[in-house]
């Protein structure tokens, strides 16, 4: 069985919406590490990461997504999940690392949260 993920960028509210639809796991987290690296290395500093298409992620997501955020915060930027189904509210829940990120329950609410700074 092979784990698809896609990933589509747009920009909305002067920052960059990354919407991942898949599985995120071993097989495709460096793709998401490679789509949200270029983004940051392009010089984007506000990212949405929307995660409403997303039903799984194994620890190499999760490594995956501490990873860029921890790249964004090196380069002075923000980023924000949003849209986390159950299952992968409950990971990052389970590895501790909810507390390391700034959720939002919509698009819309991560680019307002962008919109104050």
């Not at 789509?35 to 620890?59: F, H, K, M, N, Q």
């Not at 997501?61 to 860029?68: K, R, S």
Request: glycine content about 12%.
């Amino acid at each position: 069985m092979t784990w698809e993920l896609t990933l589509a960028s747009e920009p909305a509210g002067g920052a960059t919406v990354v919407r991942v639809k898949g599985r995120l796991g071993t097989a495709t987290s460096g793709g998401l590490i490679e789509a949200l690296g270029a983004a940051i290395d392009a010089g984007e500093r506000r990212l949405v990461v929307d995660l409403a298409d997303v039903d799984y992620t194994s620890s190499a997501g999760l490594l995956a997504l501490d990873a860029v955020s921890g790249r964004m915060a090196l380069a002075g930027g923000r980023l924000v999940l949003c849209g986390l189904m159950e299952p992968v509210r409950m990971a990052l829940d389970l590895a501790s690392l909810l507390p390391h990120f700034t959720i939002a329950a919509s698009r819309e609410a991560a680019l307002a949260i962008l919109a104050e700074g």
